[in-house]
Protein backbone atom coordinates (compact mmCIF):
# COMPACT_ATOMS: atom_id res chain seq x y z
CA UNK A 1 0.00 0.00 0.00
CA UNK A 2 1.19 3.30 -1.19
CA UNK A 3 2.10 6.09 1.28
CA UNK A 4 0.02 8.62 0.22
CA UNK A 5 -2.13 9.24 2.88
CA UNK A 6 1.03 9.38 5.53
CA UNK A 7 2.68 11.90 3.14
CA UNK A 8 -0.35 14.07 2.85
CA UNK A 9 -0.33 14.10 6.96
CA UNK A 10 3.33 14.80 7.11
CA UNK A 11 3.19 17.51 4.42
CA UNK A 12 0.72 19.31 6.02
CA UNK A 13 1.68 18.97 9.73
CA UNK A 14 5.16 20.37 8.60
CA UNK A 15 4.03 22.93 6.56
CA UNK A 16 1.88 24.07 8.92
CA UNK A 17 4.91 24.12 11.23
CA UNK A 18 6.64 25.83 8.94
CA UNK A 19 4.18 28.63 8.27
CA UNK A 20 3.48 28.96 12.40
CA UNK A 21 7.89 29.01 12.94
CA UNK A 22 9.10 31.99 14.80
CA UNK A 23 11.98 33.23 12.40
CA UNK A 24 15.02 31.49 14.44
CA UNK A 25 17.73 33.79 15.63
CA UNK A 26 20.32 31.11 14.89
CA UNK A 27 20.90 28.57 12.14
CA UNK A 28 22.51 25.17 12.52
CA UNK A 29 25.80 23.79 10.64
CA UNK A 30 26.03 22.32 7.55
CA UNK A 31 23.72 24.16 5.77
CA UNK A 32 23.81 21.89 3.31
CA UNK A 33 24.49 17.99 4.91
CA UNK A 34 26.04 14.99 3.39
CA UNK A 35 28.21 14.51 0.58
CA UNK A 36 28.22 18.24 -0.37
CA UNK A 37 31.60 19.35 -1.24
CA UNK A 38 34.12 22.06 -2.90
CA UNK A 39 30.93 24.72 -2.42
CA UNK A 40 30.75 28.02 -5.10
CA UNK A 41 28.19 30.53 -4.65
CA UNK A 42 27.25 33.74 -6.18
CA UNK A 43 23.90 35.92 -6.10
CA UNK A 44 22.09 37.43 -8.48
CA UNK A 45 19.89 40.10 -6.55
CA UNK A 46 18.06 38.26 -3.50
CA UNK A 47 18.87 35.01 -4.60
CA UNK A 48 21.73 32.71 -3.76
CA UNK A 49 23.11 29.86 -5.88
CA UNK A 50 25.63 27.32 -5.26
CA UNK A 51 27.27 24.24 -6.75
CA UNK A 52 29.36 21.43 -5.58
CA UNK A 53 31.44 18.67 -6.73
CA UNK A 54 30.32 15.75 -7.53
CA UNK A 55 33.44 13.26 -8.49
CA UNK A 56 32.18 9.93 -10.42
CA UNK A 57 28.29 10.40 -9.60
CA UNK A 58 26.21 11.11 -12.17
CA UNK A 59 24.56 13.62 -12.83
CA UNK A 60 27.02 15.92 -12.39
CA UNK A 61 27.45 19.13 -10.11
CA UNK A 62 24.59 19.53 -7.65
CA UNK A 63 22.81 23.32 -7.81
CA UNK A 64 20.80 24.94 -4.51
CA UNK A 65 18.97 27.81 -4.37
CA UNK A 66 18.19 29.97 -1.51
CA UNK A 67 17.13 33.17 0.20
CA UNK A 68 18.35 33.10 3.27
CA UNK A 69 22.00 31.28 3.35
CA UNK A 70 20.79 28.49 5.11
CA UNK A 71 17.42 27.13 3.47
CA UNK A 72 19.20 25.49 0.19
CA UNK A 73 16.54 23.42 -2.53
CA UNK A 74 18.12 21.66 -5.16
CA UNK A 75 16.61 22.88 -8.21
CA UNK A 76 18.79 20.57 -10.53
CA UNK A 77 22.39 19.13 -11.68
CA UNK A 78 24.58 21.30 -13.95
CA UNK A 79 25.71 18.00 -16.00
CA UNK A 80 22.32 15.92 -16.56
CA UNK A 81 23.13 14.91 -20.65
CA UNK A 82 25.35 11.82 -21.25
CA UNK A 83 26.90 14.50 -23.72
CA UNK A 84 28.03 16.65 -21.16
CA UNK A 85 29.37 14.02 -19.07
CA UNK A 86 30.75 10.70 -19.98
CA UNK A 87 32.11 8.78 -17.42
CA UNK A 88 32.34 4.83 -17.78
CA UNK A 89 35.42 4.20 -15.64
CA UNK A 90 37.38 7.03 -13.05
CA UNK A 91 37.54 5.73 -10.17
CA UNK A 92 36.28 7.08 -6.62
CA UNK A 93 38.53 9.96 -6.78
CA UNK A 94 38.08 10.61 -10.25
CA UNK A 95 35.25 12.55 -12.22
CA UNK A 96 34.32 16.21 -11.40
CA UNK A 97 35.87 18.45 -9.43
CA UNK A 98 35.58 22.05 -7.62
CA UNK A 99 33.10 23.70 -9.69
CA UNK A 100 33.07 27.25 -9.41
CA UNK A 101 29.88 29.57 -10.16
CA UNK A 102 29.83 33.05 -10.90
CA UNK A 103 27.35 35.20 -13.05
CA UNK A 104 27.96 37.73 -15.43
CA UNK A 105 25.56 40.11 -17.85
CA UNK A 106 22.70 38.00 -17.80
CA UNK A 107 24.58 34.54 -18.22
CA UNK A 108 25.58 31.88 -15.50
CA UNK A 109 28.83 30.35 -16.08
CA UNK A 110 30.07 26.84 -14.23
CA UNK A 111 33.73 26.40 -14.61
CA UNK A 112 35.10 22.71 -13.17
CA UNK A 113 37.90 20.31 -13.46
CA UNK A 114 37.09 17.07 -15.02
CA UNK A 115 40.17 14.36 -14.19
CA UNK A 116 41.43 10.41 -14.06
CA UNK A 117 38.88 9.40 -17.38
CA UNK A 118 40.57 10.70 -20.10
CA UNK A 119 40.20 8.11 -22.68
CA UNK A 120 36.30 7.34 -21.74
CA UNK A 121 35.12 10.82 -21.77
CA UNK A 122 37.70 12.64 -23.58
CA UNK A 123 38.36 15.30 -20.51
CA UNK A 124 40.46 18.46 -21.70
CA UNK A 125 41.13 18.89 -17.49
CA UNK A 126 39.05 21.99 -17.12
CA UNK A 127 35.74 22.99 -19.09
CA UNK A 128 32.81 25.62 -18.60
CA UNK A 129 29.11 25.12 -18.93
CA UNK A 130 26.72 28.30 -19.50
CA UNK A 131 23.03 29.08 -18.81
CA UNK A 132 20.56 31.60 -18.85
CA UNK A 133 18.34 30.12 -16.09
CA UNK A 134 20.18 28.43 -13.01
CA UNK A 135 17.55 25.55 -13.17
CA UNK A 136 19.04 24.86 -16.41
CA UNK A 137 19.44 23.47 -19.78
CA UNK A 138 23.02 24.05 -19.57
CA UNK A 139 25.10 24.60 -23.02
CA UNK A 140 27.59 21.78 -23.74
CA UNK A 141 31.06 21.82 -22.22
CA UNK A 142 33.61 24.42 -23.55
CA UNK A 143 36.76 23.19 -23.42
CA UNK A 144 39.48 25.51 -21.84
CA UNK A 145 42.47 25.10 -24.53
CA UNK A 146 45.57 24.47 -23.00
CA UNK A 147 44.86 24.86 -19.46
CA UNK A 148 47.02 23.56 -16.59
CA UNK A 149 46.15 21.74 -13.32
CA UNK A 150 42.76 22.07 -11.66
CA UNK A 151 40.69 23.72 -9.43
CA UNK A 152 39.65 27.11 -12.06
CA UNK A 153 37.65 29.98 -11.65
CA UNK A 154 36.81 32.79 -13.85
CA UNK A 155 37.31 36.64 -12.89
CA UNK A 156 36.25 39.85 -15.04
CA UNK A 157 37.83 43.23 -14.52
CA UNK A 158 36.30 46.38 -14.43
CA UNK A 159 37.93 46.87 -18.20
CA UNK A 160 36.05 43.80 -19.11
CA UNK A 161 38.26 41.37 -19.57
CA UNK A 162 38.29 37.81 -18.04
CA UNK A 163 40.34 35.95 -16.52
CA UNK A 164 41.05 32.02 -15.93
CA UNK A 165 42.33 31.39 -12.70
CA UNK A 166 43.55 27.63 -11.68
CA UNK A 167 46.11 25.90 -9.46
CA UNK A 168 49.16 23.99 -10.83
CA UNK A 169 52.20 22.05 -10.33
CA UNK A 170 52.95 21.66 -14.01
CA UNK A 171 54.36 25.26 -14.89
CA UNK A 172 57.23 27.23 -13.05
CA UNK A 173 59.55 25.13 -12.73
CA UNK A 174 60.58 22.29 -10.56
CA UNK A 175 58.77 21.91 -6.83
CA UNK A 176 60.93 23.81 -4.19
CA UNK A 177 59.52 21.43 -1.91
CA UNK A 178 57.14 18.41 -1.60
CA UNK A 179 53.35 19.31 -3.21
CA UNK A 180 54.18 23.16 -3.91
CA UNK A 181 51.61 24.49 -6.43
CA UNK A 182 50.90 27.13 -7.83
CA UNK A 183 47.92 29.56 -8.41
CA UNK A 184 48.41 30.83 -12.10
CA UNK A 185 45.89 33.37 -13.93
CA UNK A 186 45.59 33.97 -17.80
CA UNK A 187 43.53 36.14 -19.37
CA UNK A 188 40.60 33.48 -21.49
CA UNK A 189 38.40 33.93 -24.63
CA UNK A 190 34.98 32.54 -22.69
CA UNK A 191 33.75 32.88 -26.68
CA UNK A 192 36.38 30.05 -27.45
CA UNK A 193 38.03 29.02 -24.36
CA UNK A 194 41.54 29.80 -25.80
CA UNK A 195 43.71 31.27 -23.44
CA UNK A 196 45.37 34.71 -24.81
CA UNK A 197 48.19 35.63 -22.34
CA UNK A 198 50.81 32.99 -20.74
CA UNK A 199 50.55 32.13 -17.31
CA UNK A 200 51.54 34.40 -14.79
CA UNK A 201 52.29 32.69 -11.44
CA UNK A 202 50.40 34.35 -8.38
CA UNK A 203 51.69 32.52 -5.25
CA UNK A 204 52.49 29.14 -3.96
CA UNK A 205 50.69 29.60 -0.57
CA UNK A 206 51.48 31.97 2.12
CA UNK A 207 54.72 30.49 3.82
CA UNK A 208 57.66 28.32 2.95
CA UNK A 209 56.18 24.38 2.39
CA UNK A 210 53.01 25.02 1.83
CA UNK A 211 51.27 22.33 -0.02
CA UNK A 212 48.60 22.17 -2.68
CA UNK A 213 48.26 25.43 -3.11
CA UNK A 214 44.13 25.35 -4.25
CA UNK A 215 40.74 26.31 -4.97
CA UNK A 216 41.62 30.24 -5.70
CA UNK A 217 39.05 32.97 -6.10
CA UNK A 218 39.46 36.25 -6.82
CA UNK A 219 37.33 39.50 -5.58
CA UNK A 220 37.66 43.28 -6.37
CA UNK A 221 37.22 44.83 -2.40
CA UNK A 222 37.91 48.14 -1.37
CA UNK A 223 40.08 48.77 -4.68
CA UNK A 224 42.49 45.93 -4.24
CA UNK A 225 41.82 42.76 -5.77
CA UNK A 226 42.00 39.86 -2.79
CA UNK A 227 43.01 36.17 -3.42
CA UNK A 228 41.74 33.91 -1.66
CA UNK A 229 42.95 29.88 -1.63
CA UNK A 230 43.12 26.51 0.21
CA UNK A 231 46.21 24.96 1.30
CA UNK A 232 47.43 21.72 3.30
CA UNK A 233 45.38 19.06 1.39
CA UNK A 234 41.20 18.95 1.90
CA UNK A 235 42.02 16.62 5.18
CA UNK A 236 42.98 17.23 8.88
CA UNK A 237 45.98 20.05 7.62
CA UNK A 238 43.09 22.09 5.40
CA UNK A 239 43.38 25.84 5.51
CA UNK A 240 42.07 29.23 4.10
CA UNK A 241 44.98 31.84 3.07
CA UNK A 242 44.32 35.60 1.52
CA UNK A 243 46.34 37.31 -0.43
CA UNK A 244 46.07 41.18 -2.12
CA UNK A 245 47.70 42.96 -4.77
CA UNK A 246 47.45 46.27 -7.20
CA UNK A 247 46.68 44.50 -10.23
CA UNK A 248 44.62 41.48 -10.95
CA UNK A 249 47.98 40.13 -12.37
CA UNK A 250 49.49 40.61 -9.10
CA UNK A 251 52.20 40.83 -7.23
CA UNK A 252 49.89 39.56 -4.62
CA UNK A 253 51.06 40.09 -1.09
CA UNK A 254 50.32 37.36 1.99
CA UNK A 255 48.20 39.19 4.25
CA UNK A 256 49.34 39.40 7.80
CA UNK A 257 46.76 37.15 9.19
CA UNK A 258 47.24 33.99 7.80
CA UNK A 259 46.12 31.41 7.60
CA UNK A 260 42.50 33.25 7.77
CA UNK A 261 40.45 30.46 8.30
CA UNK A 262 41.68 26.77 9.68
CA UNK A 263 40.45 24.34 12.40
CA UNK A 264 43.61 22.09 12.04
CA UNK A 265 45.09 23.42 15.32
CA UNK A 266 42.43 21.70 17.35
CA UNK A 267 42.93 18.42 16.65
CA UNK A 268 41.28 15.38 14.63
CA UNK A 269 38.43 15.25 17.31
CA UNK A 270 36.71 18.60 17.31
CA UNK A 271 33.28 18.78 16.25
CA UNK A 272 33.92 20.42 12.65
CA UNK A 273 37.08 19.50 11.09
CA UNK A 274 39.39 19.89 7.38
CA UNK A 275 38.01 23.24 7.16
CA UNK A 276 38.84 24.96 3.93
CA UNK A 277 37.75 25.63 0.05
CA UNK A 278 36.21 28.57 0.38
CA UNK A 279 34.03 30.67 -1.37
CA UNK A 280 32.66 34.36 -0.43
CA UNK A 281 29.49 36.19 -1.37
CA UNK A 282 28.40 39.41 -0.69
CA UNK A 283 24.46 40.02 0.33
CA UNK A 284 22.14 42.74 -0.55
CA UNK A 285 22.71 44.06 2.74
CA UNK A 286 26.48 44.57 2.11
CA UNK A 287 27.21 41.47 4.53
CA UNK A 288 29.87 38.95 3.87
CA UNK A 289 29.40 35.15 4.19
CA UNK A 290 31.48 32.44 3.52
CA UNK A 291 30.49 29.10 1.92
CA UNK A 292 33.65 26.16 2.73
CA UNK A 293 34.05 22.30 3.45
CA UNK A 294 34.27 20.91 6.30
CA UNK A 295 33.42 17.26 8.10
CA UNK A 296 31.71 16.10 11.71
CA UNK A 297 33.95 13.52 12.64
CA UNK A 298 32.87 10.96 14.90
CA UNK A 299 36.41 8.66 16.68
CA UNK A 300 38.26 10.42 14.18
CA UNK A 301 35.82 9.15 11.14
CA UNK A 302 33.36 10.60 8.43
CA UNK A 303 31.33 8.75 6.63
CA UNK A 304 28.92 12.14 5.31
CA UNK A 305 32.23 13.08 3.24
CA UNK A 306 32.58 16.84 3.19
CA UNK A 307 29.80 18.86 3.75
CA UNK A 308 28.43 22.53 2.91
CA UNK A 309 29.22 25.30 5.91
CA UNK A 310 28.45 28.72 6.31
CA UNK A 311 30.27 31.21 8.49
CA UNK A 312 30.14 35.68 8.78
CA UNK A 313 33.41 37.40 7.60
CA UNK A 314 34.17 40.56 7.52
CA UNK A 315 36.57 42.78 6.26
CA UNK A 316 39.64 44.79 7.64
CA UNK A 317 40.66 46.71 4.84
CA UNK A 318 41.13 44.12 2.36
CA UNK A 319 41.68 41.24 4.95
CA UNK A 320 38.89 38.91 5.63
CA UNK A 321 37.71 37.63 9.41
CA UNK A 322 35.98 34.85 9.81
CA UNK A 323 33.50 34.66 12.27
CA UNK A 324 34.76 37.72 13.87
CA UNK A 325 35.45 37.39 17.72
CA UNK A 326 35.43 33.14 17.39
CA UNK A 327 37.43 32.87 14.61
CA UNK A 328 35.81 29.06 13.82
CA UNK A 329 32.82 27.53 11.95
CA UNK A 330 30.33 26.82 14.49
CA UNK A 331 27.54 24.11 14.80
CA UNK A 332 25.32 26.64 15.30
CA UNK A 333 25.83 30.80 15.23
CA UNK A 334 24.22 33.67 14.55
CA UNK A 335 21.56 33.79 11.24
CA UNK A 336 22.11 36.26 8.13
CA UNK A 337 20.27 39.23 8.33
CA UNK A 338 17.99 37.65 5.45
CA UNK A 339 14.63 36.69 4.84
CA UNK A 340 13.57 33.64 7.02
CA UNK A 341 12.92 31.02 3.35
CA UNK A 342 12.55 27.49 4.68
CA UNK A 343 10.84 25.09 2.32
CA UNK A 344 9.07 22.01 2.48
CA UNK A 345 11.81 19.13 1.93
CA UNK A 346 10.79 15.55 0.66
CA UNK A 347 11.45 12.47 2.80
CA UNK A 348 9.44 9.93 0.83
CA UNK A 349 9.67 9.53 -2.96
CA UNK A 350 6.55 7.26 -4.41
CA UNK A 351 8.07 7.63 -7.81
CA UNK A 352 4.64 9.35 -9.07
CA UNK A 353 6.73 11.50 -11.45
CA UNK A 354 7.51 11.18 -14.91
CA UNK A 355 11.43 11.01 -14.02
CA UNK A 356 13.44 10.57 -11.27
CA UNK A 357 14.23 13.67 -8.72
CA UNK A 358 17.09 15.84 -8.63
CA UNK A 359 18.47 14.08 -5.44
CA UNK A 360 18.80 10.74 -7.30
CA UNK A 361 22.32 9.72 -8.40
CA UNK A 362 23.77 6.56 -10.45
CA UNK A 363 27.60 5.93 -10.13
CA UNK A 364 29.14 6.86 -13.30
CA UNK A 365 27.53 8.09 -16.46
CA UNK A 366 24.48 5.09 -17.48
CA UNK A 367 24.85 4.69 -20.90
CA UNK A 368 21.79 2.87 -21.41
CA UNK A 369 18.09 3.44 -20.01
CA UNK A 370 18.17 0.28 -17.90
CA UNK A 371 15.22 1.80 -15.54
CA UNK A 372 11.58 3.68 -15.28
CA UNK A 373 8.95 4.93 -13.84
CA UNK A 374 5.72 2.90 -14.24
CA UNK A 375 2.86 3.23 -12.67
CA UNK A 376 4.07 4.52 -9.57
CA UNK A 377 6.71 2.15 -8.73
CA UNK A 378 10.37 2.04 -9.91
CA UNK A 379 11.59 -0.51 -11.89
CA UNK A 380 15.35 -1.40 -12.28
CA UNK A 381 16.08 -4.01 -14.93
CA UNK A 382 18.39 -6.77 -13.71
CA UNK A 383 22.24 -6.60 -15.23
CA UNK A 384 25.49 -8.69 -15.28
CA UNK A 385 26.69 -5.30 -14.01
CA UNK A 386 27.72 -5.86 -10.42
CA UNK A 387 28.03 -2.97 -7.89
CA UNK A 388 31.50 -4.39 -6.83
CA UNK A 389 33.15 -3.51 -10.00
CA UNK A 390 34.00 -0.49 -11.58
CA UNK A 391 31.61 -0.04 -13.53
CA UNK A 392 27.87 1.59 -14.10
CA UNK A 393 25.51 -0.70 -12.24
CA UNK A 394 22.03 -1.15 -11.68
CA UNK A 395 22.03 1.50 -8.52
CA UNK A 396 20.29 4.53 -7.87
CA UNK A 397 21.13 6.13 -4.46
CA UNK A 398 21.30 9.38 -2.86
CA UNK A 399 23.43 10.70 -0.47
CA UNK A 400 23.61 9.80 3.87
CA UNK A 401 22.82 13.17 5.10
CA UNK A 402 21.96 12.70 8.52
CA UNK A 403 24.39 11.17 11.77
CA UNK A 404 21.40 9.67 12.68
CA UNK A 405 18.67 8.41 9.78
CA UNK A 406 16.50 6.32 8.36
CA UNK A 407 16.38 4.70 5.23
CA UNK A 408 13.23 2.06 4.27
CA UNK A 409 11.58 0.87 0.79
CA UNK A 410 9.67 -1.73 -0.12
CA UNK A 411 10.81 -4.00 -2.95
CA UNK A 412 8.63 -6.13 -5.57
CA UNK A 413 11.03 -9.25 -6.31
CA UNK A 414 10.50 -12.46 -7.84
CA UNK A 415 13.08 -14.92 -9.46
CA UNK A 416 14.25 -18.68 -9.57
CA UNK A 417 18.11 -18.25 -10.48
CA UNK A 418 19.91 -17.88 -7.49
CA UNK A 419 22.31 -15.12 -8.97
CA UNK A 420 19.70 -12.79 -9.45
CA UNK A 421 19.67 -10.27 -6.18
CA UNK A 422 17.54 -6.57 -5.59
CA UNK A 423 17.55 -4.60 -2.47
CA UNK A 424 19.65 -1.77 -0.83
CA UNK A 425 22.82 -1.00 -0.35
CA UNK A 426 24.95 1.47 1.31
CA UNK A 427 28.38 2.56 0.07
CA UNK A 428 31.41 4.47 -0.03
CA UNK A 429 32.55 3.04 -3.46
CA UNK A 430 32.80 -0.73 -5.39
CA UNK A 431 35.15 -1.84 -2.38
CA UNK A 432 33.40 -0.38 0.62
CA UNK A 433 29.91 -0.95 0.89
CA UNK A 434 27.03 -3.00 2.74
CA UNK A 435 24.33 -4.57 0.53
CA UNK A 436 21.09 -5.63 1.87
CA UNK A 437 19.21 -8.31 -0.61
CA UNK A 438 16.15 -10.28 -1.66
CA UNK A 439 17.50 -13.42 -3.72
CA UNK A 440 15.34 -16.22 -4.74
CA UNK A 441 14.41 -17.77 -0.93
CA UNK A 442 16.26 -15.34 1.57
CA UNK A 443 17.28 -12.02 2.90
CA UNK A 444 20.99 -11.36 2.47
CA UNK A 445 23.50 -9.35 4.80
CA UNK A 446 26.77 -8.63 3.19
CA UNK A 447 29.50 -6.86 3.89
CA UNK A 448 32.07 -5.48 1.25
CA UNK A 449 35.57 -4.67 2.85
CA UNK A 450 39.39 -4.07 0.66
CA UNK A 451 41.80 -4.95 3.00
CA UNK A 452 44.77 -2.84 3.05
CA UNK A 453 43.07 -1.52 0.27
CA UNK A 454 44.78 -4.25 -2.09
CA UNK A 455 42.33 -6.73 -1.81
CA UNK A 456 38.19 -7.19 -1.96
CA UNK A 457 36.47 -9.19 0.51
CA UNK A 458 33.41 -10.01 0.46
CA UNK A 459 31.78 -11.31 3.42
CA UNK A 460 28.61 -12.75 3.64
CA UNK A 461 27.51 -11.76 7.85
CA UNK A 462 23.76 -13.03 7.55
CA UNK A 463 21.32 -14.94 5.18
CA UNK A 464 17.55 -15.99 6.90
CA UNK A 465 14.91 -17.28 4.55
CA UNK A 466 12.17 -15.27 3.28
CA UNK A 467 9.64 -16.74 0.00
CA UNK A 468 7.53 -13.74 -0.34
CA UNK A 469 7.68 -11.83 -3.49
CA UNK A 470 7.59 -8.48 -1.44
CA UNK A 471 9.89 -7.17 1.58
CA UNK A 472 9.88 -4.06 3.01
CA UNK A 473 13.64 -3.56 3.90
CA UNK A 474 15.45 -0.69 6.63
CA UNK A 475 18.30 0.62 7.27
CA UNK A 476 19.10 2.63 10.28
CA UNK A 477 22.60 4.63 11.07
CA UNK A 478 23.22 5.85 14.60
CA UNK A 479 26.91 7.71 14.60
CA UNK A 480 29.24 4.82 13.82
CA UNK A 481 26.62 2.21 14.14
CA UNK A 482 24.56 0.66 11.16
CA UNK A 483 21.64 -1.41 11.47
CA UNK A 484 19.86 -3.60 8.83
CA UNK A 485 16.69 -4.96 8.75
CA UNK A 486 13.68 -6.76 6.67
CA UNK A 487 9.85 -7.44 7.22
CA UNK A 488 6.34 -8.13 5.82
CA UNK A 489 5.38 -4.62 6.69
CA UNK A 490 6.63 -1.33 7.79
CA UNK A 491 6.01 -1.61 11.34
CA UNK A 492 7.58 -5.24 11.98
CA UNK A 493 11.00 -4.95 11.43
CA UNK A 494 13.53 -8.33 11.99
CA UNK A 495 17.17 -7.21 12.33
CA UNK A 496 19.59 -9.34 10.18
CA UNK A 497 23.50 -9.68 11.41
CA UNK A 498 24.50 -7.71 14.26
CA UNK A 499 25.14 -3.72 14.48
CA UNK A 500 27.75 -2.83 12.10
CA UNK A 501 30.86 -0.54 11.22
CA UNK A 502 29.74 2.27 9.60
CA UNK A 503 33.67 3.39 9.56
CA UNK A 504 33.44 0.86 6.22
CA UNK A 505 31.75 3.40 4.84
CA UNK A 506 34.32 6.64 5.79
CA UNK A 507 37.00 8.34 4.15
CA UNK A 508 38.94 7.48 6.28
CA UNK A 509 39.05 3.90 5.63
CA UNK A 510 37.74 3.59 2.39
CA UNK A 511 39.83 6.63 0.92
CA UNK A 512 38.63 8.84 -2.44
CA UNK A 513 36.83 11.95 -1.87
CA UNK A 514 32.96 11.11 -1.89
CA UNK A 515 30.66 10.50 0.89
CA UNK A 516 28.30 7.37 1.98
CA UNK A 517 25.23 7.06 -0.25
CA UNK A 518 21.97 4.67 0.30
CA UNK A 519 19.77 3.61 -2.30
CA UNK A 520 18.65 0.80 -4.30
CA UNK A 521 20.20 -1.79 -6.62
CA UNK A 522 19.39 -4.99 -8.88
CA UNK A 523 21.88 -7.70 -10.59
CA UNK A 524 21.83 -10.80 -12.36
CA UNK A 525 25.64 -10.99 -11.68
CA UNK A 526 27.16 -11.61 -14.68
CA UNK A 527 24.54 -13.26 -16.26
CA UNK A 528 21.74 -11.27 -18.78
CA UNK A 529 19.06 -11.48 -17.72
CA UNK A 530 15.33 -10.17 -18.88
CA UNK A 531 13.88 -9.77 -14.63
CA UNK A 532 13.60 -6.29 -13.00
CA UNK A 533 12.95 -4.80 -9.65
CA UNK A 534 10.20 -2.93 -8.83
CA UNK A 535 10.59 -0.44 -5.72
CA UNK A 536 7.36 1.23 -4.89
CA UNK A 537 8.71 4.15 -2.67
CA UNK A 538 11.50 4.93 -0.96
CA UNK A 539 11.79 6.89 2.14
CA UNK A 540 15.10 8.62 3.84
CA UNK A 541 14.23 10.90 6.78
CA UNK A 542 16.31 11.89 10.22
Not at 9 to 28: H, R, T, V, Y
Not at 277 to 303: F, K
Request: proline letters at 6%; aromatic letters at 12%.
Amino acid sequence: MKKVILKIIFCFLFGSALQAQEEPKNFQNPVIPGFHPDPSITRVGGDYYLVNSSFNMFPGIPIFHSKDLVNWQQIGNVLDRPEQLMMKNPGNGGGIWAPTIRYHEGLFYVIVTCKQCINECGCGDNFYVTAKDPKGPWSNPIWVDKSYGIDPTIFWDDDGKSYYVGSTHDIGGPQQWNSQDRIYISEIDLKTGKLQTEPIILTTGHATNAKYAEGPHIYKINNKYVLLISEGGTWNNHAITAFEANKVTGPYTPTQVNPVLTHRHLGIDFSVTTVGHADLVQTQNGDWWSVMLACRPIDGNYYLGRETFLTPVKFEGTTPIFNEGKGQVMLEDKRPNLPWTPFDKKVIDEFLDNKLGFEWNFIRTPLEKWYQLKNGTLEIALRPEKITDKNNPSFIGRRFEYLKSKTVTKLNFKTSKENEVAGLVALQNENYQYQLLKSKNSIQLIKVFNKDRKVQNIEHIANMPYTNDAVFLKIENENMKLRFYFGLNDTDFIQIGQDQDASVLSSGVAGGFIGAYVGMYASSNGVKSKNSASFDWFEYKP
